[in-house]
DNA sequence: TTGTATGCGTTATCAT
DNA sequence: ATGATAACGCATACAA
């Protein structure tokens, strides 16, 4: 043990006492390893592992002391990438979002980064820019990322990408956007109730002549479910509402022209009776809107508003945008929820978690002609 | 090789003719390892190694096409986690967030995500939630995740926080808010140009009583940056200009009543000079414009705004909300091009990359009483 | 109760 | 040019 090669060291002695060949006392700022642990109590890594894993497992008072005073002292915290790599899982959740445009999913997002932290999970979060193409993509980068499980708030055109996250045994929860079967938690917010909170109260307002504006249906399935449940509540209704009429349209990005058109088509057929548009969310209201200042419209007494999502500027777009909150917080929360719940072993059928909307009414549902001044 | 035990295998023996003892040919949908490849190239690891991570090294053609058709049968992609703790860096970056509600905060990720992607990065965020003491924990928890550098969106409070980051030798890039003397590159709006930017527009438009309305400035630089370009302005202007005046005031989340009092006294002050609010960020002009809403006083002609931050909605907020637009997204690419630069090996003293805003200049700083309905 | 040894999936340093 | 092998930091089955 005396006469090893140090390499690199050349045989000078100096005044020091006890050379004290230790491996060098770890590299200035690197991060203390559980080895390094071990040396500083005396004790192997495997104690200190125990002392980290399994504290339920007794171990003798005297050792667990000197393992604590051991990490405190050297500021260890175990490495995750090597405990991933170990146990095959990271602490790690996957969030896919579609568009982190949309001011909903950030809402969403907010909520479930927030839960995610408390439970001890990080992050990691994969923008697909509302390209449906990169959501296998997304998954693919993710998993390989060893993440323990993910919430995704895609557009689910690429089923099997999800489905074969499942199939990795990753539990998976869905945000608004529900899959084709699949079998995974879906948190979402009760889209039948939320059109009908909205269209009742347009009709309740005296407006006849409703359009329903989403974003293009695709295979969405929130978007086809509001328009679906549009639809339902026109022809339900439409037997004991004199002059009750309703009709949809889907509106692009690019196509304001489109819009325009659909809205001034929209007046005609309401023939003096009152006409008002449901916006399927927070994007398209604002697309809304935009139309009307080009076309000179006054909101509530030229055309009535109710949007999905509300926000911090809804009350003070023209005389209040009258709006369908929905729960954001909450989803996120319960995304997440529900997510950890399963990585802590709950086995059970897939869960469907429905929150109810919440109707706020401002001036764009009034038809009076009301001050345009703002209001809260 | 042939009297070997298998656990748990009792020796019965089927009609099959070849035994085949291999070992289990891998669970069904476990990912394929390294191991996996060589084996069906029938190579060793450190070929298929090589073929990845070496392609300059010649190797055989033969055994190239090899180990490539392996590779695309068994769908093999190295695992980050094992490469992690290999080679000590994770194709991560950390990105944190004082306050993801903040539009800019949302606007400058999405610009860092689409970079980081493009450039095969993945982001782990972290929300501070506008608790800057959580700032150092959000260091410390990407850290352990190997992250290989930081983007950072925070109070800077806990500097030291960072800066341990800087001295674990993983880059870091600040956006939009400054640490004190911290070795890292820094990205930002040109501040001082850009409150020049609103100062003048709305001295040209003939208000005379401004007031620079910021969120509690704390020892955030870009709020105190804001704030000195304001003062400053106003002092050099004020002797050629007859009537000028400035003055600032910080406003709190809660406190809604100081908000209200100190817009009155502003045009008290005024005493029939117009006067004017220069906002510093998206979530103050929502308050103001909240403010305004209570007192029931008209944007531009009772009192002028001109905010930070253009958003989706400035331009349907009652006449239109005249702002300074940022080039967020650009100013998101910015910092994670930085960083990835020095990722890359780029070894140069920190930059400071400004950016100059652009007014948008909308009916919100018009005296005249302008008509009330939507105008874009 | 504690220590020893092995392996997780890679990369890198040796040989060959 | 390619193959065996030893780490990386940790957890665990097994031995003591």
Chains 1, 2 share one sequence.
């Not at 140090?6 to 491996?23: D, H």
């Not at 004790?43 to 980290?52: G, P």
């Not at 209040?320 to 909150?325: R, T």
């Amino acid at each position: 043990m005396n006469t090893q090669k140090l390499p690199g060291s050349t045989t000078l002695t100096l005044s020091m006492p006890t050379p004290k060949i230790k491996p060098p006392p770890a590299p200035p700022h690197a991060r203390a390893t559980i080895a390094d642990v071990a040396r500083e109590a005396g004790v192997s890594k495997a104690t200190v592992s125990r002392f980290l894993n399994h504290r339920d497992t007794l171990l003798t008072p005297d050792i667990a002391a000197r393992v604590e005073v051991a990490i405190a002292a050297l500021a260890y915290s175990p490495s995750p990438m090597a405990q991933g790599l170990k146990r095959g899982r990271s602490r790690l959740i996957g969030l896919v979002v579609a568009d982190v445009t949309n001011p909903f999913s950030v809402a969403v997002l907010r909520g479930a980064e927030k839960a995610c932290q408390q439970a001890g999970y990080l992050l990691m979060l994969f923008n697909l820019g509302n390209d449906s193409r990169r959501e296998s993509e997304a998954i693919k980068a993710l998993t390989a990322y060893q993440v323990d499980g993910f919430i995704l708030n895609t557009l689910g055109g690429d089923a099997g990408a999800a489905a074969e996250a499942a199939r990795h045994g990753k539990p998976v929860v869905l945000v608004d956007r529900r899959h084709h079967d699949m079998q995974a938690d879906f948190v979402s917010i009760d889209n039948v109730g939320a059109v009908l909170l909205g269209a009742r109260h347009l009709v309740e307002a005296g407006y006849r002549e409703l359009l329903f504006v989403s974003e293009p249906i695709k295979n969405v399935s929130s978007r086809m479910e509001r328009e679906a449940a549009f639809r339902s509540f026109v022809s339900d209704a439409a037997p004991d509402i004199a002059g009750l009429h309703g009709s949809t349209f889907e509106c692009t990005d690019d196509d304001s022209a489109g819009l325009d058109k659909a809205l001034q088509s929209l007046r005609q057929r309401a023939e003096g009776r009152l006409s008002a548009v449901i916006s399927s969310n927070a994007v398209v209201t604002l697309r809304v809107v935009a139309a009307m200042a080009r076309l000179g419209w006054r909101l509530g007494a030229d055309l009535g508003l109710v949007g999905f999502d509300e926000t911090e500027w809804s009350p003070f777009i023209g005389p209040g945008l009258s709006s369908i909150a929905q729960p954001t917080d909450e989803l996120g929360r319960l995304a997440a929820g529900c997510l950890i719940e399963r990585l802590k072993g709950l086995d059970l059928p897939p869960r469907q978690i429905l929150l109810s909307g919440r109707l706020v009414a401002r001036g764009s549902s009034v038809p009076q002609a009301s001050p345009v001044n703002l209001q809260t």
